[in-house]
């Protein structure tokens, strides 16, 4: 079973409220993450202890760049953006990388199980 694993600082409230219903990932994720695949949702440091919050079911995976990404994804991403240029900045915080607008992104649909 897959992981989507987001850091705790950065989503736990929005997770735990379903809020967030889309991760945007560097690069082209279609090999890692399929969809009617069931992964867990977790927080926590990479390499480090993690705590699942449910589990949940891959919807749809896209890639494109960043400047074509919609406002209705952007704002599933983090209910605060409203822009790319913030996604960017996100994404370069996270990575730890140059990224631009012309940056390869999957943008992965999920929705929650209710257990």
């Known amino acids: 079973m897959y992981a989507?694993?987001?850091y705790s600082d950065i989503y736990l409230d929005v997770l735990?409220?379903?809020r967030k219903t889309v991760t945007?990932?560097?690069g082209d994720k279609t090999?890692?993450?399929r969809?009617?695949?069931i992964v867990w949702v977790t927080v926590g440091q990479r390499f480090g202890r993690r705590q699942k919050l449910f589990a949940a079911i891959i919807d749809r995976v896209d890639v494109k760049p960043i400047r074509e990404l919609s406002p209705r994804e952007i704002q599933r991403e983090n209910p605060?953006?409203?822009t790319a240029e913030e996604v960017v900045t996100l994404l370069c915080?996270?990575?730890g990388q140059p990224?631009?607008?012309d940056s390869l992104v999957s943008v992965i649909h999920f929705s929650p199980i209710d257990e």
Request: hydrophobic content about 35%.
């Open 4 to 6: 989507l694993n987001f």
């Open 16 to 18: 735990k409220n379903h």
């Open 24 to 26: 945007i990932r560097l």
């Open 31 to 33: 090999d890692k993450y």
């Open 35 to 37: 969809t009617g695949e």
């Open 80 to 82: 605060s953006f409203h």
């Open 93 to 95: 915080r996270i990575y």
């Open 99 to 101: 990224i631009t607008l």
